[in-house]
């Protein structure tokens, strides 16, 4: 499921958002103030940004600046309808598109949707198993597997390595932005799963497990 982070400070908005934005599919997060918007747009490595120009404590601005020095997430300014400056300051310092307020839930949507098919790598296939990530989807002999959006995050990282060992930590990095937690056995659990949707189509063991080291995504012929 693809993630987006609304940054705007009307409260009201976000909500109508977020109930029309989960009703096609997508899973929200919302932040009120620029510093707040910025920290979650750097730690939880969203799909997509809406960012509004107009914010307490940091303007969109400097969001927006703060998000280009560390991550190439696609970001869509909300910007005052007519206001040709901040149209063409957000893209000058790297926003991939903008759309003037009040706009149209529908139009917003389709903007998304263009930036994300834009934005997206084609759909990617090695022997029996094909990634979407446009969708989030992945195919394993022909069939969707039924993943979490964290699951299909693992997955891509032992897919784009395949036939590599994986560590967790480079797992966790890769997948989720962040360093793996001593003790922490989410990695070990999304492979858990995976391995068992996965066996439930065919019931050829292709990920392997070195104990102590990490995961293999072994090549399996169509």
Do not use: W
Not at 58 to 79: C, E
Not at 108 to 120: E, M, P, T
Request: charged residues 25%; aromatic residues 4%; proline residues 5%.
């Amino acid at each position: 499921m693809t993630r987006i982070l609304i940054i705007d400070d009307d409260t009201s908005l976000c909500e109508l958002l977020g109930d029309y934005l989960t009703s096609h599919g997508f899973e929200l997060q919302s932040a009120h103030t620029g510093p707040d918007g910025l920290a979650l747009a750097l730690d939880t490595s969203p799909d997509l940004v809406l960012l509004d120009v107009m914010l307490p404590g940091l303007d969109g601005f400097g969001v927006l600046r703060g998000i280009r020095q560390k991550s190439q997430v696609p970001v869509l300014m909300l910007t005052a309808r007519g206001d040709e400056v901040d149209r063409v300051l957000g893209l000058e310092l790297g926003a991939d598109d903008y759309v003037g307020k009040p706009f149209s839930h529908r139009e917003l949507v389709a903007r998304i949707q263009a930036i994300l098919r834009r934005l997206s790598p084609p759909s990617q296939a090695m022997g029996a198993l094909d990634l979407l990530p446009e969708r989030l989807e992945a195919r394993y002999h022909g069939q969707v597997l039924d993943l979490t959006a964290a699951e299909f995050r693992v997955l891509a990282v032992l897919f784009e390595r395949c036939g590599e060992v994986v560590s967790k930590e480079d797992i966790c990095q890769q997948a989720f932005g962040r360093h793996l937690q001593p003790f922490d056995r989410h990695i070990d659990i999304h492979v858990s799963h995976i391995r068992k949707k996965m066996t439930e189509v065919n019931p050829a063991q292709v990920i392997r497990t070195l104990r102590g080291v990490g995961y293999q995504l072994i090549a399996e012929p169509q």
